[in-house]
């Protein structure tokens, strides 16, 4: 019987979550690749650390260890940063060796070379992990919409930030305590500000970008804000009304140009991510022949993201993965009446002799914090000008009702 033999980068959440799985999961992978897949060693940094490791796997600190190795099949990289990872997979690949990656940073800037390198190495390269943790989306998108044309794709696209909002929201937990609890489960990123800024969603939604339209946004024109200005009294606030905060990644393809934004939303019961709580991602996709598609699942975590890295491995060691390649897409035209109308928006810091015309002032509930409609363009001149603390877009149509105690919104 044959082996395929697999190196793993990092023994961390990801890392281990494979090694696990693939001693868990042998006999459906020997069932599925006809072979025995065997871990032959695992990279680390702190080599005094101790790890439940079979005593046949050379665990090393040293990368050349690893790749002078007689056989190796496949590399699945789990560490962190952009650095010496995209080196050691360049490494990996010249070496024949199929790679899978967890590691968003990393392939949302050097994914296209890896891509590259690996069809002139005639080996694959899978990055299921990299998006929504354990969510097939990259699979569905690749795999399954092959002649759809997409018209845009929405997500919630990071755990950590999920977890907190609902943490905050559910069980009253501070900022702090939440993103605590996130990082004991192993759903943060090492340094969580890639999380909590919006920086590990951009990542994600540019490697989404690549294959939902085969290319992507300028990175410097596309808005990222994270979550760190929601507090509980905006949360609380948006409860009264109905309405949940999301962190939410959008692009969409309008004439030759790609639109990009990734931004903390208020969103309503009737929006397909309102429900989706805790560490869950979601991703919906919108074409022209299947129209709305919304995928839902675990955004982090051991398993989760083991279950994208070890599907992954059945994928490349069938060398399917580069065999497609990102093409691009023309845009789709829907009739989209309402793209230049006004919005709703919450917003603190604007104060009600503030005229203009074009705001209409739905409700002033405290001093501070206020539901007003206008469009995209008046908000960004506001926040330049003005004193403003913060403002949220509300998704979705509603029915504003009011008497002289409350406004209420019934999403439509
Ligand atoms: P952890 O911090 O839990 O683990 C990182 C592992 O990588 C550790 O074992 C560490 O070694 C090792 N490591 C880090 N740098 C180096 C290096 N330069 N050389 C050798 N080993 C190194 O991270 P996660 O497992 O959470 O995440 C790994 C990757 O997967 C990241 O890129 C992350 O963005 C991505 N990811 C994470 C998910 C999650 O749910 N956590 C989900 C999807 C993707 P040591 O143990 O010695 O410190
Ligand atoms: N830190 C990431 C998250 C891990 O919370 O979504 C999954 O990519």
Redesign the pocket.
Known sequence: MSVIKVAI???????EGVYRTIQSHAQELEGVLGKRVEVAAV????KH?KRNINEDVLVT?DFNEILSLPQLDVIVE????KE?TFTFLKQAIQRGCHIIT????MFAHHGNELLELAKHHNVSVGYE??VA?GIPVIQTLRQLLNVNRVHHVQGILN?TSNFILTEMREKKQSFVDALSLAQAK??A??DPTNDVEGFDAFYKTMILSRIAFGEEPNWEDVEREGITSITSELIEAAERLGLRFKHIASISKKGDQIKASVRPVLVGKSHPFYSIEGVENAVNVYTDLVGSITLQGPG??MFP?ASAAIEDLVYVCQNKLTKKYFTKTPAIHLRDKKEHEDELWIIQGLTKDYNNPLITWITQSSAETAIIRTNTELIKQLISEQNIKCCFQILGEFEIESNDKEVTLAAI
């Open positions: 980068l990092g023994f961390g959440t990801v890392g990279l680390i940094r702190n650390k600190a789990a560490i962190v940063n010496p967890a590691n968003k940073e992990a990299t943790g755990g192993g759903f990123e090492a982090a975590g993201t």
